[in-house]
């Protein structure tokens, strides 16, 4: 796969992945590399501030990707996030990012984790609460099952 374009991932927020109404919710994406990363081997690139954008239009490419109706980067510039093992990237899913091709000879192994804050946990917006119910709801349908909880101090 070096060099394929298949190891690359265009610029997206998570939340065009997820659906329109989780742009409501609170959902973080951590990102923990299992190798080193950095830009021959296709890091991670972030677009500052781009957390706070409103939720942009995207199709499914024939790669499945999802590719923004507009030039993100025509509003702000991606920058590079080399990364050690050990360390680990926390991204909203509004924060847009990708990667590039993966020039090396090696798999640029690494591990996602999703966390979207539960019912009953918190004080919310209508908006918010219609957009974590969606993930959950969403999280039910594809998993087939309730999503892991996790438990704070409070309830569930
Ligand atoms: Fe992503």
């Known amino acids: 796969m070096s060099n394929?374009?298949?190891?690359?991932?265009?610029?997206h927020q998570d939340s065009?992945?997820?659906?329109?109404?989780?742009?409501?919710?609170?959902?973080?994406?951590?990102?923990?590399?299992?190798?080193?990363?950095?830009?021959?081997?296709?890091c991670l690139y972030v677009l500052p501030g781009s957390h706070q954008w409103e939720l942009i239009d995207s199709a499914r490419d024939e790669?499945?990707?999802?590719?923004?109706?507009?030039?993100?980067?025509?509003?702000g510039i991606p920058i590079p996030w080399p990364m050690e093992v050990g360390e680990m990237l926390i991204l909203s899913n509004m924060t847009f990012h990708g990667s590039k091709v993966n020039q090396s000879e090696a798999v640029r192994w690494g591990i996602d984790i999703r966390y979207c804050r539960s019912r009953s946990t918190h004080t919310t917006t209508e908006l918010e609460q219609a957009g974590e119910d969606f993930m959950y709801e969403k999280l039910i349908r594809t998993a087939g099952c309730i999503p892991m909880v996790v438990c704070g101090q409070g309830e569930k």
């Open 63 to 75: 790669n499945q990707n999802m590719r923004s109706f507009i030039d993100v980067e025509e509003r």
């Open 16 to 42: 065009q992945y997820y659906g329109q109404l989780s742009q409501h919710a609170h959902i973080i994406t951590i990102w923990i590399p299992l190798v080193d990363e950095d830009e021959v081997n296709g």
């Open 4 to 11: 394929s374009q298949a190891t690359a991932f265009p610029l």
